[in-house]
């Protein structure tokens, strides 16, 4: 019988130092699971794909169209007026003989740039704000006095005031939504940094020396992103709501600018007679407005590290 050498049966073990840190798991990025959980429900993806050609369109067809609310149509023939939804005229005309369509999309156009601009502006002013307002003692005893005040005032009121003292325009209504909205974005940011400032890994991190600015950015905001996407996707829709409003009252952007708020009181006359002049611009607010709300709250969800697997 063969004898087999000691050198056969066995080998000696190597010992890679680095190989012993790495963990036996599955490699995980948090922005690939967010955007698989967020396009895991066919649902959501109509939706988005949904709000993608609505919000792209309404912010292009006026561009096409050529229609301004200050410029009557050169339409003398009285049979152009009243006309009902029809392939050739998609959402009928008006009393003056308007497209019904183009009113609606460049009115539509100005609210979204409205809201999306403020909902930016005020979501970097209050996030940088609140995030500085929940570290800092100091600045918490006079930013709170000041958060009463304004909080003790209906937003709508206040929104009412500064519209009519500044007059009517775009500029102007972008100004009067930023400079009220963004301290109750601070106040929630700051309710939410003072709930995690405390947690251990926080303490162990400020005990090494770590800044407070270092801290906010790498500790504290990238926990919040779910939290803030729900409040983005409540903001924008709630922004629009607040633009159509103020413009029904005549105190948004003014005649000077087409809006969906002045397409409603326009055409609240004719709800009688011609109802579909009242019920579209309404149907198109609604459709905007529900389905930003439905994407953002379904994104929301889905930037929570709870529900990726």
């Not at 609606?104 to 209050?126: K, L, Q, Y």
Request: include cysteine; hydrophobic fraction near 50%; proline fraction near 4%.
């Amino acid at each position: 019988m063969e004898r087999i050498s000691e050198d056969n049966l066995f080998e000696f073990a190597t010992f890679d130092e680095k190989e012993s840190e790495h963990i036996a798991a599955p490699r995980y990025s948090y922005w690939k699971s967010v955007w698989r959980t967020f396009f895991k429900s066919k649902v959501t993806v109509f939706l988005s794909v949904f709000v993608i050609v609505l919000v792209a369109f309404a912010l292009i067809q006026p561009l096409q169209s050529g229609y301004s609310p200050t410029v009557a149509p050169n339409i003398n023939n009285a049979d152009m007026k009243y006309l009902p939804p029809s392939a050739e005229h998609i959402f009928g005309t008006d009393n003056i003989g308007n497209e019904v369509w183009d009113v609606v999309w460049a009115g539509a156009r100005n609210s979204i740039i409205v809201s999306f601009v403020s909902t930016a502006i005020i979501m970097v002013v209050g996030i940088l704000v609140g995030a500085i307002w929940g570290f800092s003692k100091k600045m918490d005893k006079w930013m709170i006095e000041v958060y009463n005040v304004v909080a003790n005032v209906p937003y709508l009121l206040l929104a009412m005031v500064l519209s009519y003292v500044l007059g009517a325009g775009l500029g102007t209504l972008i100004f009067v939504m930023t400079c009220i909205d963004w301290i109750y974005v601070a106040y929630f940011i700051r309710t939410q940094v003072m709930i995690i400032r405390d947690r251990e890994y926080n303490m162990a991190s400020k005990c090494l020396g770590t800044k407070t600015f270092t801290m906010i950015v790498k500790n504290i905001l990238p926990y919040l992103v779910s939290v803030i996407v729900t409040y983005i996707s409540r903001e924008i829709p709630g922004l629009i709501s607040y633009e159509v409003f103020l413009s029904y009252l005549g105190l948004g952007l003014g005649t000077n600018y087409a809006s969906l708020g002045r397409t409603i009181s326009q055409y609240k006359s004719f709800m009688t007679g011609y109802p579909h002049l009242f019920w579209i611009p309404v149907l198109v607010l609604a459709a905007i407005a529900i389905s930003l709300y439905v994407v953002g709250q379904k994104l929301a969800d889905a930037t929570d590290p709870r529900t990726h697997r």
